[in-house]
């Protein structure tokens, strides 16, 4: 009987000293990166989506998560939320995958909720519509990362709305150019600007030539791009053919990143007015990551891809104190633990799933103004998170309402 004792305390002590992989579903926690890897979005998220993944497993397994077996799984939702949906599903069910990363697009982020809250699952939402953490919000489930539309919005309304200025755009005909609209809406009539009109575009743009002479003739102090990726593109090269921005008249992007103003030129692009959560040359913490994921991939990362990385690496600090990946438990935790890395500043996760931090307005450089190949901006104004994003008093999200 003593040796029979003692050798259940050797395992008893063998077992409280095995990392944190031992408590968790199948042993190991499972990525899974819905991305777009061939359309619109592609430059932005896509590719370097999956490097900042893997750059956030890699520097966790350095850390907090030494021990763990950890694995990073992608795919491409082709920008269609049935296919994002099979996708997941199949992760989910057939694979034991614990947490979706990526899905920017604005009809997969409304269809993947739901899902994850069934199957008990976590999704790490880098940006998006307002709506995951309102109306949709699943804050036992979901969080809301970087950006959204009403953050993008009101970065530059605020900033740049002054009695009687007026205000048009020209908007993507989907959900994401919807919700920027109806932000810029509200945003502009409380600052007490006037917002004169705005004309659609279909999804992916053909030619935005029409609308941005609609834009143009409508005597707006501000043209504002409600849309995204290729399109944003499309309409300050067009906006440019036209001189918009060039007089009088600003020109405004509600989404517009380092990659799009590169694919652009600064030529085309100088003067434009944008905000982003990240840039990769705020300052020394945010240029070395930079570096680092230039290095793996090509290019400095965007605001999305910096975002995938900070999200994974807090999830997975989550993880490892937790001891466990269930959903609900690791969500509390994500809370809890302080938000600290080389992407974000001065951020906290709220309990509807909105992570707040400081925000930025830009301005893109004229060529003669750039010193090296990704010097595109210049730092109009820092935002505290808690005046940037919407105030939790505002908040639809069912769960928190009292």
Not at 47 to 64: P, Q, W
Not at 154 to 164: D, F, R, S, Y
Not at 369 to 380: A, F, N, P, Q, T
Request: hydrophobic share 45%; charged share 20%.
């Amino acid at each position: 009987m003593k040796g029979l004792a003692s050798a259940l305390t050797i395992a008893t002590a063998l077992l409280g000293s095995l990392p944190a992989a031992a408590e968790i579903s199948d042993g190991a926690v499972k990525i899974g990166v819905l991305t777009d890897m061939s359309g619109v979005y592609s430059d932005i998220t896509g590719k370097g989506s999956i490097t900042a993944a893997r750059m956030a497993v890699e520097d966790c397994l350095k850390a907090e998560c030494s021990g763990m077996k950890i694995e990073v799984i992608s795919a491409d939702h082709q920008n269609k939320a049935d296919v994002g949906s099979a996708i997941a599903r199949e992760w989910i069910d057939r694979q034991g995958v614990d947490v979706l990363a990526d899905m920017s697009n604005a009809s997969l982020q409304l269809a993947i909720p739901p899902l994850l809250k069934d199957k008990n699952r976590v999704g790490l939402f880098p940006g998006g519509t307002a709506r995951l953490t309102g109306d949709a919000c699943q804050p036992d489930h979901i969080v809301q990362w970087m950006w959204d539309t009403y953050v993008q919005v009101a970065g530059i309304a605020n900033h740049l709305t002054k009695p009687g200025t007026k205000w048009y755009l020209v908007t993507a005909d989907y959900a994401l150019g919807h919700q920027l609209e109806a932000d810029a809406k509200a945003l502009v009539a409380a600052k007490g600007g006037t917002y004169a009109g705005s004309v659609r575009h279909a999804f992916p743009a053909v030619d935005l030539s029409s609308q941005l002479l609609t834009a143009q003739g409508s005597g707006a102090d501000l043209i504002a791009l409600a849309n995204a990726g290729g399109d944003t593109v499309a309409g300050i090269k067009t906006a440019r053919d036209f001189g918009i921005g060039q007089d009088k008249q600003k020109l405004v992007a509600f989404f517009l990143t380092a990659m799009d103003v590169k694919s652009v030129g600064l030529a085309a692009a100088q003067g434009t007015i944008l905000t982003e959560g990240f840039y990769w040359n705020l300052d020394e913490r945010t240029r070395a990551f930079s570096e680092r994921f230039k290095a793996a991939h090509g290019a400095v990362p965007s605001a999305i891809q910096a975002g995938i990385y900070s999200s994974v690496r807090h999830y997975l600090k989550a993880v490892a104190a937790a001891k466990s990946d269930e959903a609900k438990t690791v969500i509390a935790r994500m809370r809890e633990v302080p938000i600290e890395d080389e992407v974000v500043r001065n951020a906290k996760l709220r309990e509807d799933g909105r992570m707040v931090h400081d925000f930025y307005v830009f301005q893109v450089k004229k060529p003669a103004e750039s010193k090296s190949e990704w010097d595109l901006y210049d730092l109009v104004a820092t935002i505290p998170g808690d005046q940037a994003f919407r105030p939790l008093a505002q908040s639809t999200c069912p769960a928190i309402k009292r």
